[in-house]
């Protein structure tokens, strides 16, 4: 634990936490008004996937649990939790809402890296681009999970559409929340593989290069 959260891993996870934020708000102001109960499309999910490859699982959840909340200070928008007949969403409606909404929605994303070891360890090209697949997918669907777990619960029968689909169904849910999340996904997937395919230094770290080396020179003496 002391090696994963040195003085060094803290500074990455700032850094990259602050890079994500930037993102989030280039992308957010360039969306605004496109898509109405909030969501955008771009690259803030990069620097998350960056560092969960880089440094692991632990460190990428907290570089998006450190995104979430100083997104938050920015401005949240809360459910009228009155609105519930179900007495246990009156009281702990908005706490849920907030934390599926906002907490969870980028702090899902570091889940990427449980795939950071597969990823180091693959000796072939094509086996580590298959595991940045993986994991961006894992920690984008997550992220899109959340989002649709709070339109449904939270959001709905609010009067609003999308595409022609009213908010009266779950249905309203995926579909809105996939439109910026499910092509979020794919560009900052691809971009990550354009980094592991041209800059693959950035998502590795001179100890683990190290190590890496020394475990081929072993596999080569051993094959003597």
Request: proline share 2%; glycine share 12%.
């Amino acid at each position: 634990m002391k090696r994963k959260f040195s003085t060094r891993v803290l500074a990455e996870v700032a850094i990259f936490a602050a890079l994500a934020f930037a993102l989030d708000a280039l992308q957010g102001g360039i969306f605004r008004g496109v898509f109405a109960s909030g969501g955008s499309i771009g690259f803030a999910m990069v620097p998350v996937f960056l560092i969960s490859y880089r440094r692991g699982l632990l460190p990428g959840i907290l570089c998006g649990l450190i995104l979430s909340l100083v997104q938050m200070l920015g401005g949240i928008y809360v459910i009228n939790a009155s609105s519930f007949e179900n007495a246990f969403l009156q009281v702990m409606g908005p706490f849920l809402q907030i934390l599926l909404d906002y907490v969870l929605a980028y702090t899902v994303v570091g889940f990427a890296g449980a795939f950071s070891g597969f990823y180091k360890n693959s000796q072939k090209k094509s086996s580590k681009m298959l595991w940045i697949i993986v994991g961006c997918v894992v920690g984008g669907l997550l992220k899109y999970t959340c989002h649709v777990v709070a339109g449904g619960v939270f959001w709905l029968n609010q009067g609003a559409s999308f595409w022609n689909v009213s908010d009266a169904s779950w249905g309203y849910s995926f579909l809105y929340n996939g439109a910026y999340c499910i092509p979020n996904i794919i560009l900052c997937g691809a971009t990550l593989l354009m980094v592991a395919k041209f800059y693959p230094q950035f998502l590795e770290t001179a100890e683990g290069v190290c190590k890496q080396e020394v475990k081929h020179v072993t596999n080569i003496e051993n094959e003597k």
